[in-house]
Structures are given as structure tokens and as C-alpha cells.
């Protein structure tokens, strides 16, 4: 099988999150990465993200971005406008141990960590982050740049508005609706 290329935009824990999780996949052949400035790892540090329209110029045409939400969720919605608008696909990343059903929707860009489940008819906007081992249930929809955290749980028809971050641990009961760029603190429970 032929992988095609793809560049990580970002490289701080996250990205090294989902480059493990693209190396599981066996889809994508990790390029390098792009930063404010280079880290010590595995993959070629490219340059910052000045050095994005080259890269898509010399052939790579996916990208990831590897920046995690904690505070950042501006900075995740900026980059996602650069690389759309230089043409780059953000596909979806889906860690092989996680379990998605076949009837759950995922948005461009999205990553799905080791262990997390998404069920039946959820909705998960694009370059959201469902992180490892949290449990998206039944019929939620869960906003565009939102991140449902570590081991965070949302209970069946949860709406989670965008850019929301829903911490490590946290539950939201069934049928609740969290508002948009609301912040759950880990460990919490809304009923």
C-alpha cells in the first residue's frame, strides 16, 4: 500500500499524540513537522509555518494540525484557515484502538485518540479533538474546534457548542447542551 505524505503543523504533546497515531494507521508517511522552532524528535524539523505554501508546492497535500486546544483554540482555527486556503486536505486521524461507529459522522480534520469511542449517530464537527480514551455516546453533536479531553464523558444527546473544551474526567449528562467556547474544568459534572 502507498502511503501519501503529510506534514504536522505543530509539535508539542499532542502532535506527538497523533504522529503515534498516523505511524498505527499505516496511511500517511510523516514528512516532518513545521514550528516556531525545532524540537528534538524523529521527524524533520521543515521550518515554521512560513515554509507551509513550499511544502504543499513540492507535493505534500494533507496536513495535521498538531497544536493541542489548552488555550489555543484561536490559534487551532487560525492554522486551519492558512492551510485550507493554500489547498492542503486535513483528513480525518482515527487511532486504530479507538472504536467508532459505522453510523457516527466526523468532520475534516478531526482526531479520535487511542481508546476513545464515538457511538451511534454522534456528530463530531471538524478539527475536533476526542481525546484518548473519552467516550462520545449516542446521538451527541460535538461542535467544530471543540476537544472533549482525556477520559471525559458525554452521556447520550449531548450538544457541545463550539470551540468548547470539555476537561479531563469531566461528565456532561444526557441532553444537556454545553454553549460554545465554554470551558468544563476536568473532573466536573453537569447534570
Sequence with gaps: MIMEDIVLVGFGGHAKSVAD????????????????????????YLGT???LQAIFDRGVKNAVIGI?????????QQLYSKLKEIGFELPVIVDPSA??????????GTFVGKGAIVNAEAKIGKMTIINTKALVEHECVVGDFAHVAVGAVLC??????????????????????????TVIPAGATIR
Design 68 to 76: 493541542g486546544y489548552m488555550g489555543r483554540g484561536a490559534i487551532r
Design 21 to 44: 497515531c498516523l505511524e498505527r494507521e499505516e496511511k500517511y508517511h510523516i514528512v516532518g513537522y513545521t514550528d516556531m522552532q525545532a524540537a528534538t524528535s524523529q521527524y524533520a
Design 156 to 181: 447520550g444527546q449531548v450538544e457541545i457548542g463550539e470551540g468548547a473544551f470539555i476537561g479531563a474526567n469531566a461528565t456532561v449528562i444526557q441532553c444537556r447542551k454545553v454553549e460554545p467556547n
Design 49 to 51: 509555518d512560513d515554509k
Design 99 to 108: 472504536i467508532v461507529s459505522a453510523t457516527a459522522l466526523i468532520g475534516e
